[in-house]
Nanobody, 120 residues
Framework: QVQLVESGGGLVQAGGSLRLSCTAS????????MGWYRQAPGKQRELVAS???????NYADSVKGRFTISRDNAKKTVYLQMNSLKPEDTAVYYC??????????????WGQGTQVTVSS
């Protein structure tokens, strides 16, 4: 019913930048919260940043001041601008969307993940 398509990952040197995108499509009535999580090898998945429909944002302490989350409601897309990247930012990044379907049913969806690798 809903698909999330992520893009923008890749390999970058420390200090560089990347921009991730995640677009939702399908039988969507409204989107409440959109967020990015990441999971490094051997570690638990953790919240990186989230943004509500009212554009309230929340960031992990480790990325504050370096990452910026934004959303385009018309395009059903969430972005994560990542600046001043560090090797410890290396992980698979997952988009997560909290939404209501056209059937007025609440659902939560995950994207397929995109690899971000930061070399030192």
């Amino acid at each position: 019913q809903v698909q999330l398509v992520e893009s923008g990952g890749g390999l970058v040197q420390a200090g560089g930048s990347l921009r991730l995108s995640c677009t939702a499509s399908g039988s969507i009535f409204s989107i409440r919260v959109m967020g990015w999580y990441r999971q490094a090898p051997g570690k638990q998945r953790e919240l990186v940043a989230s943004i509500t429909s009212g554009n309230s944002t929340n960031y992990a302490d480790s990325v504050k001041g370096r990452f910026t989350i934004s959303r385009d409601n018309a395009k059903k897309t969430v972005y994560l601008q990542m600046n001043s990247l560090k090797p410890e930012d290396t992980a698979v990044y997952y988009c997560n969307v909290d939404l209501t379907l056209v059937t007025r049913t609440w659902r939560n969806y995950w994207g397929q993940g995109t690899q971000v690798t930061v070399s030192s």
